[in-house]
């Protein structure tokens, strides 16, 4: 089991570009969420989906879109890159609920 | 929504001693409170939950403890080895049905000294 790919592991865009950053997984869950972790502020979530076809917000979901066409797959996509988004990305996966999420290894992106 | 403080922000105990990280939470209809770990360069990983209903739970050197009344939770590592040095987060649930979701606290760097 490969559990929670994501890719790519580093990233520099300049402002005002867009990217997709791909998260997959190969557990069979339903429940998968994007989460951004900044220094001293722990891991905040962006998006997060309860099975294909289904998304909704998080806490920080402001230049963020996410899309849930399949129950492997749970792209993020960044619209118009900006310096405050320069952060650790992190796709997260569980069965049902919020009981063992699955931590992929993450995404540093960094906008100049 | 869910506010969730940890403290201390660092910490640093001798190879053997006890650490100890403590949290609070403010949403009194959480349920469900996990702890993760996170080594340099690595993503989060779940190493001990606890659920309202119960008041600790023990994972061999790992425990957690939960006041629902207090609202506050801690995690217990006993006789502290070199590789338990990372950073903690705990994190406690919110919302409601499908939605429910996570709220981490901001995270501690444990340092075990040898």
């Known amino acids: 089991n490969a559990g929670v790919t994501q890719t790519p592991k580093f990233q520099v865009l300049k402002t005002g570009q867009s990217m997709t950053l791909q998260c997959a997984q190969d557990m069979n869950h339903e429940y998968m969420s994007w989460y951004r972790q900044d220094p001293g502020m722990g891991l905040r979530l962006i998006h997060y989906?309860?099975?294909?076809?289904?998304?909704d917000q998080g806490e920080v979901p402001n230049g963020y879109n996410v899309s849930r066409s399949t129950t492997e797959d749970f792209p993020l996509r960044l619209l118009s890159a900006a310096p405050s988004q320069t952060s650790v990305y992190f796709c997260a996966s569980s069965y049902g609920g919020l009981d063992g999420y699955t931590f992929g290894s993450g995404t540093r992106l960094t906008v100049v | 929504g869910e506010n969730v403080e940890q403290h201390p922000s660092t910490l640093s105990v001798q190879e053997g001693d006890s650490a100890v990280i403590k949290c609070t939470y403010s949403?009194?209809?959480?349920?469900?409170f996990p702890w993760y770990k996170q080594e340099l360069g690595k993503g989060p990983q779940l190493i001990i939950d606890i659920r309202s209903n119960v008041g600790e739970k023990k994972d061999q050197r790992i425990a957690v403890t939960l006041n629902k009344t207090a609202k506050h939770f801690s995690l217990h590592i006993t006789e502290t080895q070199p590789e338990d040095s990372a950073v903690y987060f705990c994190?406690?649930?919110?919302?409601?049905?499908?939605?429910?979701?996570?709220?981490f606290g901001s995270g501690t760097q444990l340092t075990v000294l040898p």
């Open positions: 949403d009194s209809a959480s349920n469900y």
């Open positions: 994190a406690a649930d919110y919302g409601s049905g499908s939605a429910r979701q996570l709220t």
């Open positions: 989906s309860v099975g294909a076809g289904i998304t």
